[in-house]
């Protein structure tokens, strides 16, 4: 046991540490800094699905039926698989529309039909009433439990009288909370950063309390998981909490009944939409979200199981008390504090569901009931409503938790916290037949919705609440057996003679199939109205739309209407500032000079009442609107000629989109396409310049001579011949140039001849180096070749790699330091290709220079000491090779001699000309 | 978009997998009065089954969207 103080101050401490977490995240929004906007805190703000039902319900569930507490877990499991396509439709359906509760969502799309709107909110409401109800019970029973020793069982408190009912005191104490949480500022897109981020926090206190029961249990009080699952397999009482009891014929039945009720929970649940699609803050975080929610479904799991059986094994309570195992594990045990920590995760999850519970009903009941009946005979006279909005919303929070609270005292005593929670689950089913209908079929209609969710709604009463009330005694038990009017086939629990299934399921189905049934039904009767198509439209091709916000899309809205009347209306319901806000955002929207210069027409209607539906909900927003301005009704034909418009416009919008692309495309080519025209013209000047450069050389020194000559006639005989002699060569070193000139520019112009033929390389090697063997002997130079033995026949041209590997040699034999060069070839082969190298011990070739060699009149070496050559030898033999698919390459240490070498494939396929370019581009001078 | 709608369609094949692999009729496969690693096999199997759905799951979320 531990002291109430103890217990009282530990719990408020606990809350006000909530409510600071929640503080800050507001004040973070308010600065722009938000908290919030991260997809771990998204996911761990879908936690708020594990309320004190799973908390304590779960173990208890456990331990009467086993497995079958999973179900309601791992429907949701499947159901995020879905999000990335349900989820983020409704997310972005509702970002547009700025729909803030599931009524709203239903009503809007159903021709904004306040009607509709406040069928879901009384559904919404009657059908959350038993789980808010089911969280002041678990909580009182914990704090009876914790501070007495002993739960609330039988009479308990109910027999006190209600001003002595602590429970009575813990609704009043949350709904207090909530109010501070969630109403404490009107705001038009119903967004509470501080709620999420307080809810994040509740849902990892709950996870880690809970984990902290389920070690201490299972390694605490067992020797881990295989003892308290070997020590129950051994009792035949606990064997069966280890099957599924499958032999019962409607097993699969109903488990898959709970799984399916449990995925549709996952998503319409009033706090489950609030969360997920009122307060995401950025469509991206569902995608994490769709698994790591899972993963704390699973991790919050893994220890109910050991939990109720080790519970079972300990106490011979049996199954009765398995709900506050929990609790009473450690506090038997003697460790009271575990028990407060396990009481806090409890009170935790228990607040969490009923704060954002009781927020998303308030903002229902505020703008779908009260406000249309407030607002009945239009807006009239007065100031600012924001703070009677306000009003309204806390006093729907008190009443619903008072309502939990008769709830409670009623009917609570006699069920199990799950079947409470499952008669819950049961009612916000019936949303989703019009709810997903209306997000992918644009054929329903608003009648078909209200025959479909009244009947469902109706059968879900009779199958499920109206039982639940009179097992509790309070209502004559006469209508179960005899059923209504004494009709055996109306009997509640076996509906037209249907028996064999539990409860639940056989509620479940008949409601979901009349609710289904009708509604599609009755909106096949009749063709939908205007209004109705045109959200219908808005809804299901969410997607397909261009910006959300309003000011772009279809405007269906015709008729008249003046500025000044919607600002007032936005002033009244919005407050001043804000109402300047939006009209300040609207001029900037629409480009015009301050908000005088708004013109009242359909964009700026619809984007008030946008706006307006922040606040008071769709409907009512409509139903507001209307009344400022002179709306002329559209029909069908309107309908249809605006979409025709809107598709024919964003057609437009898309066809020059797609054209200013492909200019954009063109531009950049041409661009491209100019640049190496400049380029090339640039290295045709650099070539011309060098050519004539090259050529002046020789003709200067022919023309010094011949001039010599000329200008002295009686120049003796050997002199003249000597003159002649170098005359000669000067030509000779012309008639090269010239003829390399032309070789160069026949391969770059693609003129060349190539000869095919089979290649021998040892022979061609053999007869180059026989060519220069009296330019190396000259030299003293020492020629070494080092081939392999056989080497296959290459495809080439066998002159023009001769002609490279002379260049090669002759470089070499320049180079070589006189007296005792060394030359080394090296062919060398493998499965795709041949490769010769010639390695000198010359002075090599200088890193700066390394880049240049293969360019045309760039010599190696000093211009001073440049040795003979023309300097194209290199770049023709590059062609050469690059011709033939290889590479050529250069790997040289300065003072370490150079080696010159080249690759060619076996086998070519003569490459386009532009292949051959890139290769050329991309060539590597060292592959070292 | 097109990585996205290939998202959508492998999120919904495993919703399928999922419904398949942790309902009836094939859930009673495991449904049997054997230990391992001296844990029963369905609560076991439940958890395995669930925990790879997840981890599934949580690849096809994760993984970066492909190039257009």
């Not at chain 1, 509470?192 to 994040?200: D, F, K, L």
């Not at chain 1, 060398?828 to 360019?855: C, K, M, W, Y």
Request: hydrophobic share 50%; aromatic share 8%.
């Amino acid at each position: 046991m531990v002291s109430t103080p103890l217990v009282v101050a530990a719990s408020f401490a606990y809350l006000m540490l909530l409510f600071a977490v929640a503080y800050l995240g507001d004040r973070r929004a308010r600065e722009g800094r938000s908290i919030i906007g991260n997809a771990w805190v998204y996911a761990l703000s879908m936690g708020v699905y594990c309320t004190a039902w799973t908390y304590f319900g779960s173990v208890g569930r456990a331990a009467s039926a086993g497995l079958w507490f999973l179900p309601i877990y791992l429907g949701p499991t499947l159901g995020m698989l879905l999000a990335w396509m349900l989820l983020r439709k409704m997310i972005r359906i509702a970002r547009v529309h700025r729909i803030t509760s599931i009524a709203d969502f239903i009503g809007s799309r159903y021709g904004k039909s306040r009607l509709l709107a406040a069928l879901v909110t009384l559904i919404a409401v009657v059908g959350i009433v038993p789980y808010v109800a089911l969280q002041l019970k678990a909580i009182a029973t914990g704090y009876s439990l914790l501070t007495s020793g002993h739960a609330l069982s039988g009479g308990g408190t109910a027999g006190a009288a209600w001003w002595r009912d602590s429970t009575l005191y813990i609704a009043l104490v949350l709904a207090g909370f909530t109010i501070a949480f969630g109403t404490r500022h009107l705001d038009t897109t119903e967004r509470h950063e501080g709620m999420v981020a307080a809810i994040a926090v509740e849902s990892v206190v709950k996870l880690l309390a809970f984990l902290a029961v389920g070690a201490f249990v299972t390694w605490g009080l067992f020797e881990g998981l295989g003892d308290i699952f070997t020590r129950a397999s051994a009792r035949a009482d606990l064997q069966p909490l280890l099957s599924l009891g499958a032999e019962s014929r409607f097993a699969g039945g109903q488990w898959f009944a709970l799984t399916l009720l449990s995925t549709l929970s996952l998503f319409f649940l009033p706090r489950q939409f609030q969360m997920m699609v009122v307060e995401n803050v950025d469509e991206r975080h569902v995608r994490r979200a769709a698994w790591a929610f899972p993963l704390y479904l699973l991790l919050i799991n893994v220890f109910v199981l050991p939990i109720a059986l080790g519970g079972l094994l300990r106490t011979a309570g049996g199954a009765a008390d398995a709900e506050t195992f929990v609790l009473s594990l450690p506090l038997a045990t003697g460790h009271p504090g575990l028990a407060l920590v396990a009481f806090i995760g409890g009170l935790s999850a228990a607040t969490g569901m009923i704060v954002v519970e009781a927020v998303a009903v308030s903002t229902m009941v505020c703008n779908d009931l009260v406000i249309p009946l407030l607002l009945r005979r239009g807006p009239g006279p007065g100031g600012n409503l924001t703070g009677t909005l306000l009003g309204i919303r806390r006093g729907v929070i008190v009443a619903l938790l008072l309502l939990g609270y008769l709830y409670f005292r009623i009917a609570g005593e006699a069920y199990a916290l799950v079947s409470i929670g499952l008669i819950s689950f049961a009612a916000v089913a019936q949303f989703a037949p019009p709810l997903l209908g209306g997000m992918y079929w644009k054929g329903g209609t608003r009648a078909g919705t209200l025959a479909g969710l009244g009947a469902g709604f109706a059968l879900w009463v009779y199958t499920l609440m109206l039982p639940s009330i009179a097992k509790s005694g309070w209502m004559p038990a006469g209508f179960m057996t005899k059923g209504l009017l004494g009709i055996p086939l109306l009997r509640p629990e076996q509906l037209l003679g249907l028996s064999g299934l539990d409860s639940l399921t056989h509620s479940l189905l008949w409601s979901l199939l009349a609710n289904a049934g009708l509604y599609v039904g009755v909106s096949l009767w009749r063709a939908p109205s205007a209004r109705e198509t045109s959200q219908a439209v808005l809804f299901v091709d969410v997607f397909e739309r261009p910006v959300p916000g309003g000011v772009a899309g279809p405007v269906f809205w015709r008729g008249r209407a003046h500025a000044g009347d919607l600002r007032a209306l936005a002033t009244r319901f919005l407050g001043d500032a804000a109402a300047q806000r939006l009209f300040d955002e609207f001029a900037r929207l629409r480009g015009v000079d301050g908000v005088a210069a708004i013109e009242a027409d359909a964009q700026l209607v619809q984007f008030v009442e946008r706006a307006l539906a922040g606040a008071i909900g769709g409907a009512s927003a409509h139903a507001m609107v209307a009344s400022v301005v002179e709306e002329e009704p559209l029909d069908l034909d309107d309908v249809m000629r605006i979409l025709d418009e809107a598709s024919q416009l964003r057609a437009y919008s898309h066809a020059l989109e797609e054209k200013s692309r492909s200019l954009e495309r063109a531009t950049a080519e041409l661009r491209d396409a100019n640049a190496q025209l400049k380029s090339l013209d640039r290295l045709k000047d650099d070539f011309m310049s060098s050519v004539t450069h090259e050529l002046r050389t020789p003709l200067t020194s022919i023309r010094a001579f011949a001039e010599l000559m000329v200008d002295d006639p009686a120049m003796d005989a050997a002199q003249r011949q000597r003159f002649l002699g170098l005359v000669v060569a000067e030509t000779e070193r012309l008639t090269r140039l010239v003829n390399q000139v032309l070789d160069m520019a026949k391969i770059e112009a693609g003129h060349a001849e190539w000869r095919a033929a089979e290649v021998d390389l040892r022979a061609l090697v053999t007869t180059a180096v026989q060519t220069t063997a009296e330019v190396f002997r000259e030299r003293g130079a020492r020629v070494e070749v080092d081939m392999p033995e056989h080497v296959p026949p290459l495809h080439a041209d066998p002159d023009r790699l001769l002609q490279v590997l002379l260049n090669l040699l002759s470089n070499a034999a320049k180079f070589v330091p006189a007296g005792y060069g060394r030359v080394r070839i090296r062919l060398r082969t493998n499965a795709e290709r041949a490769s010769i190298e010639v390695e000198d011990n010359g002075p090599g070739v200088p890193l700066e220079d390394q880049q240049l060699v293969f360019e045309r009149f760039r010599q190696g070496g000093e211009v001073t000491n440049r040795p003979q050559g023309t300097g194209l030898g290199l770049p023709i033999s590059r062609r050469i090779v690059e011709h033939f698919g290889g590479r050529m390459w250069l790997r040289s240490e300065p003072g370490r001699g150079a080696c010159f070498g080249f690759d060619l494939p076996w086998r070519h396929d003569e490459g386009t000309g532009k292949d051959r370019e890139a290769r050329a581009r991309s060539m590597a001078v060292a592959p070292t | 978009m097109r990585s996205q709608r290939l998202r959508s369609q492998r999120l919904l094949a495993l919703f399928a997998l999922g419904w398949l692999l942790l309902d009836f009729p094939l859930l009673t496969l495991w449904d049997r009065q054997v230990l391992v690693a001296g844990l029963p096999l369905l609560p076991l199997a439940l958890f395995a089954g669930w925990a790879a759905l997840i981890g599934a799951a949580a690849w096809i979320c994760e993984a970066d969207d492909e190039p257009d």
